[in-house]
C-alpha cells in the first residue's frame, strides 16, 4: 500500500490551449488563472511555450511568443532562475512539445540533454 507520500509525490503541470499564439500572449497578461511557469500550448501553430510576464517559446516555431537564447555557459537551473521558473516548468512544456511531434527549440533543448 502507497503511504501519503508515495502517492500525492507529483507536482502538477497546467496547460492552456488556445487557438493561436496572439490570443496565448495576451492571455498571460490579463488571466489570473494563467500563472508563471504553465505551458501554452498553440495547437494550429506547432507552438508549445511557457506563461511569464514576457510569454517564450521552447518550440523553434514561436508565433507572436517571444524566443529565447540562453547563454552558452549557462545550465537549465541558471536558465531558469534568471526566469524565476523551475526546471521543471521548461521540461514539462518541452515534454509536450515533443510528446506532439513539435520541433523544440535547439537552445533549450541542449540544456535538458546532458552532454555525451
Not at 74 to 90: K, P, S, V, Y
Request: aromatic share 8%.
Amino acid at each position: 500500500m502507497l503511504t501519503d507520500s508515495e502517492r500525492f509525490a507529483f507536482t502538477a503541470q497546467r496547460i492552456h490551449s488556445f487557438a493561436n499564439t496572439g490570443n496565448a500572449y495576451d492571455a498571460t497578461q490579463t488571466d489570473e488563472q494563467i500563472t508563471s511557469g504553465d505551458a501554452l500550448l498553440i495547437l494550429p501553430e506547432g507552438v508549445v511555450g511557457v506563461a511569464h510576464c514576457w510569454p517564450f517559446a521552447v518550440t523553434q516555431v514561436t508565433g507572436k511568443l517571444h524566443g529565447v537564447q540562453p547563454k552558452a555557459h549557462e545550465t537549465l537551473g541558471d536558465f531558469t532562475a534568471a526566469f524565476n521558473l523551475t526546471t521543471a516548468d521548461i521540461e514539462a512544456a518541452i515534454a509536450l512539445a515533443t510528446a506532439l511531434g513539435f520541433v523544440v527549440d535547439p537552445a533549450l533543448a541542449a540544456l535538458v540533454t546532458p552532454a555525451a
